[in-house]
């Protein structure tokens, strides 16, 4: 598997030593959940988390989604668990900008000294000196990317790269006008926003950093489709033989370069499913099919969410 892993290339981030693998792995579902309240708490199963983890990187996984919001603390906690001492090709990437509500609920948390302490936060929890990319995650709407200046934390965050605690910065849940702010601030190495087949708003941005060597990276490769979206995309994987996440990743990978996916789960099973979309390759006919699914707004996209 580590050689098929390796099938759907690397991406170099810009202005850095680090290369990795355009399939990665996202960290979130490692953790817990206590009644109403997601990504909390330790996860039923820590030796299976702990076994997806290094069953990843294994397979050929050299790049790592995380924060220390999530559980908060248990996703990193493990993270250390299963992978400390870390391989020289392991690029952890993790995100600020947000902390947890006794609730549960997700609070900004934009502030210096918020920031300073996430950063501190990921760092023992990791186990680590110094962090290799930390997104600065907006959160002006828990609805999705929002308007509003990101100057104040990302210049937080500037500071701390200076100082040697992180080594790149990228930015996540932001506006194209917030990606331009930030990267007169700071050099960017990625973005993090959820897209998907159904949510292609950033179709522009992703030409844009792709053109400028910056990577993209979608979170929720299933989140928020139509019914009617949803039985094209089965209808899609029923032909090619393959699960519709696989499709549904299998279709971001060859939507462009730059493009970094990090597939989250906490079951083996599903990993191993995850990881083989690297050798699925989509044939135009399907593709065009795929890319013409109607968009969230459209008429169509309207139908299909009554049907």
């Not at 990795?20 to 579902?29: I, T």
């Not at 493990?78 to 549960?104: E, F, H, N, Q, W």
């Not at 680590?128 to 930390?134: E, I, K, N, S």
């Not at 971001?252 to 906490?266: A, K």
Request: aromatic share 4%; proline share 6%.
């Amino acid at each position: 598997m580590h050689q098929e892993v390796c099938k759907a290339g690397s991406f170099a981030l810009p202005g850095s030593s680090l290369r990795v693998n355009r399939m990665g792995y996202g960290a979130m579902q490692l953790a817990g959940r206590d009644g109403n309240k997601l990504v909390w708490g330790p996860p039923r199963d820590v030796d299976e988390a702990m076994a997806v983890l290094r069953e990843a990187v294994a397979s050929g996984v050299n790049h790592i989604d995380t924060s220390d919001y999530y559980g908060p603390h248990v996703t990193n906690q493990i993270i250390r668990r299963a992978l400390s001492p870390y391989g020289d090709d392991l690029v952890i990437v993790t995100k600020v900008g947000a902390r947890r509500g006794k609730d549960g609920s997700w609070i900004p948390a934009f502030s210096r000294e918020e920031l300073m302490g996430a950063v501190q936060d990921n760092l023992r929890n990791l186990g680590l000196d110094a962090l290799d990319v930390v997104n600065l995650r907006s959160l002006f709407s828990v609805h999705g990317p929002a308007e509003g200046s990101i100057e104040e934390p990302l210049t937080v965050l500037a500071e701390l790269q200076q100082k040697g605690l992180i080594r790149h910065i990228g930015l996540s849940n932001v506006t194209p006008a917030q990606v331009a702010e930030g990267r007169r601030i700071v050099p960017i190495v990625c973005v993090q926003n959820q897209y998907n087949l159904a949510h292609r708003a950033d179709d522009a941005l992703i030409a844009d950093l792709a053109r400028d060597g910056i990577a993209y990276v979608p979170f929720f490769p299933l989140g928020g489709f139509t019914p009617l979206q949803s039985t094209a995309l089965s209808e899609a994987a029923s032909h090619l033989v393959a699960t519709p996440m696989q499709v549904a990743l299998a279709w971001l990978l060859q939507r462009s370069p730059n493009i970094l996916v990090i597939p989250g789960t906490s079951s083996l099973k599903h990993l191993r499913e995850n990881l083989e979309a690297v050798t699925l390759q989509i044939p135009a006919k399907v593709l065009a099919d795929l890319d013409s699914l109607p968009q969230p707004g459209s008429a169509l996209a309207a139908a299909g969410s009554e049907s």
